[in-house]
């Protein structure tokens, strides 16, 4: 599917450069801009992954209408049918794992391990979908008329919009398109920027398994010059992004103003509690993957760790010390725990965080420093750093920085701790270490997110469950599992009166 390649750079022994074109219609085209972007390693920036069209509007537009014509047939194509297509490309994407993970961590930098772990989630995804081709399940119920059948049937919405971020590059893709194109909808997504190439190797997965033209089309591009006009667009009747709640403040604003579906999934800034009876060893080894897996850059990551204080001491001692201990470095090094920042932008915010705590007075208790000489000197690499001593109101505490900047904060007890978890503007994911089932209950009660881990860390979701937030990490939609299903289908409600009288809802009571 790449449409061309390039000899590496002297020096680095990576695969060459691929040249993507846009995906429509089944076609590699060119856009009109005449412009492309570089598509480079976090980890060694000499190394050019891929270059990618700085697509426009007239690129949307016309991907819009591809999208627009193989409606009219896609959504004739029997669910199952439908479903067969993305059953088969699972089973592709298992011959491609390796491949695609590894081109993964050479355009966004996170450990071979999570990118394993990212194509391994699209597989799930697919298979999870192609079992839904199969159910798309409506209610039947009594009608309260004699004589009359009642039901309502799931209807595909049309041309779908989606908007990826760059942390989970093919993992989100195929959140949104399998059960899309599933439901019977035809799809343009703009991905990442920073991490495009993912989504092109889910595609050509889907492509290779028989996927018709024009039901997926790709357009690569910057979002204000092609995620905007994809979510204006007249025809495109549902849009769905993945990204900050900034962005998400202005998808949701142009989708209200033509009442379109719209999904948004957004920040966090996720809470892990642990209280005095916790299993310690647990807890800090859940904390560390939580914190600073994927370099933090999780939705889910586990940023604050509120601790109780009859083992706040201990937990902040053990805890920075195996900080201090992880392995930074490239991705595809197998011994490698914490990759780069994914660009420059990304760890100046990081850097800029320490400052931050620092000035606030939190304690420094590790990292905070880039790592830029010998083998670092080419990507945007940072220590691990943990803050303790943290106030609950501090910026550190309060605001997503997305790096691996983790605050400790101290509380009382799970009374405290609950009112210190939810006194943010987020409520993605949350996690709570205890070995009293009460606490764990209550805990699953009141904690204010989309998402609550009982002696488990903050990420890590399976496909098949909702997925999503609370308060300003979304808009109430959920992705993953039904909920993906709720949002990429109409509902039709069907009554047939075979009664051969005018039957008069709620007047014809026959009293
Ligand atoms: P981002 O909001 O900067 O970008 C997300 C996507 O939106 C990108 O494709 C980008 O090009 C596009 N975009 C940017 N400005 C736009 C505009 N004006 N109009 C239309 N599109 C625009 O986010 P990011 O840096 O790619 O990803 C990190 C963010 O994503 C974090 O806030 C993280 O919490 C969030 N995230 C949320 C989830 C979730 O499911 N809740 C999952 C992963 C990431």
């Not at 060459?16 to 412009?35: H, Q």
């Not at 997504?189 to 495009?196: S, W």
Request: charged share 25%; proline share 5%; net charge negative.
């Amino acid at each position: 599917m790449a449409t061309d390649t390039l000899a590496s750079p002297a020096g680095l022994s990576h695969t060459p450069t691929k040249v993507m074109k846009n995906f429509i219609d089944g076609e590699w085209i060119e856009s009109a801009t005449g412009e492309t972007f570089e598509n480079r390693n976090p980890a060694d920036t000499r190394d050019l992954v891929g270059i990618f069209q700085k697509s426009g509007k007239a690129d949307v537009d016309d991907a819009v209408e591809a999208a627009k014509r193989a409606f009219t047939k896609w959504r004739l194509v029997p669910a199952p049918r439908r479903a067969e297509i993305v059953f088969r490309a699972a089973e592709i994407l298992i011959g491609r794992k390796e491949e695609y993970a590894q081109e993964m961590t050479r355009e966004m930098g996170k450990v071979l391990k999570e990118t394993r772990g990212d194509v391994q989630e699209a597989i799930d995804a697919a298979y999870y979908n192609a079992g839904e081709g199969r159910r798309l399940f409506g209610p039947t119920v009594p009608s309260e008329l004699p004589n009359k059948f009642a039901m309502a049937v799931r209807q595909p919405i049309g041309v779908c919009g989606m908007i990826t971020p760059w942390n989970f590059p093919m993992a989100i893709s195929s959140w949104k398109l399998l059960p899309a194109i599933v439901c019977g909808n035809t799809c343009v997504i703009k991905p990442a920027q920073d991490t495009p190439l993912s989504t092109f190797n889910l595609v050509r997965a889907l492509t290779d398994a028989g996927l018709p033209k024009g039901v997926i089309n790709i357009v690569a591009g910057y979002g204000p010059e092609v995620g905007t006009p994809l979510a204006e667009h007249a025809d495109v009747r549902a849009i769905s992004l993945t990204g900050s709640s900034a962005v998400g403040r202005i998808i949701g604003g142009i989708a209200a103003k033509s009442f379109k579906h719209c999904s948004l999934e957004l920040g966090g800034k996720n809470p892990m509690i642990v209280l005095d009876d916790a299993n310690l060893d647990l807890a800090i080894e859940g904390g560390l993957w939580g914190g600073f897996g994927t370099t933090g850059q999780r939705c889910t990551a586990t940023s604050r760790i509120i601790a109780q204080k009859g083992v706040y001491g201990e937990f902040v001692e053990r805890y920075v010390e195996r900080a201090k201990k992880l392995k930074i470095g490239n991705g595809l090094d197998e011994a490698t725990e914490m990759g780069p920042a994914v660009n420059e932008k990304q760890l100046l915010t990081d850097l800029s965080y320490v400052e931050i705590g620092r000035n606030e007075g939190a304690k420094l208790m590790c990292g905070g420093n880039r790592l830029d000489k010998g083998e670092y000197q080419y990507g945007w690499f940072m220590e691990p750093t943990v803050f303790s001593d943290v106030d609950p109101k501090m910026r550190i505490a309060q605001e997503e920085i997305f790096g691996p900047v983790v605050s400790i904060i101290p509380c009382d007890g799970m009374e405290d701790a609950i009112e210190i978890a939810n006194g943010i503007e987020y409520g993605l994911s949350s996690a709570l270490y205890t070995k009293d089932v009460n606490k764990a209950f209550a805990a699953i009660r009141d904690l204010d997110a989309g998402i609550t881990y009982i002696n488990a860390p903050t990420i890590g979701a399976e496909v098949h469950l909702p997925f999503g937030g609370t308060k300003a990490t979304g808009n109430g939609h959920r992705e993953g599992g039904i909920g993906a299903i709720d949002f990429y289908t109409e509902w039709k409600s069907v009554y047939v009166d075979y009664s051969d009288t005018l039957q008069k809802a709620q007047i014809d009571r026959g009293e």
